[in-house]
Nanobody
Framework: QVQLLESGGGSVQAGGSLTLSCAAS????????MGWFRQISGKEREGVAL????????RYTDSVKGRFTITYDNVKKTTNLQMNNLNPNDTAMYYC?????????????????????WGQGTQVTVSS
């Protein structure tokens, strides 16, 4: 049974930083796409950042490029999202998501149906 355990959300003032972490457990496979999605109140959930655990292949949504950095620790099976220069538009519930497996190296997709496992979500609130 795969589980994704998120941590690191909270409240911060505009211009501040937060780091979200997502620890995966119970995996049979070692290579898959993993990443972060967010849902702003009243809006659909959207992709934020994705990473292929087999090496690189990182994607960011345009609104976070240059401010957010996603990394993956293969030993800890943990993905981290370093968020800098936060602004109120980043206020949302952030969800970690992961595929079951991706055996062939490729670009991770934003389609949420591709992701088999989801975390419970962690709230990020940015005040002006």
């Amino acid at each position: 049974q795969v589980q994704l355990l998120e941590s690191g959300g909270g409240s911060v003032q505009a211009g501040g930083s937060l780091t979200l972490s997502c620890a995966a457990s119970g995996y049979t496979y070692n290579t898959y796409c993993m990443g972060w999605f967010r849902q702003i109140s009243g809006k659909e959930r959207e992709g934020v950042a994705l990473i292929y655990t087999g090496g690189g292949r990182i994607r960011y949504t345009d609104s976070v490029k240059g401010r957010f950095t996603i990394t993956y620790d293969n030993v800890k099976k943990t993905t981290n999202l370093q968020m800098n220069n936060l602004n109120p538009n980043d206020t949302a519930m952030y969800y970690c998501a992961a595929e079951k497996v991706r055996l062939a190296v490729g670009t991770c997709e934003w389609h949420q149906a591709e992701y088999d496992y989801w975390g419970q979500g962690t709230q990020v609130t940015v005040s002006s």
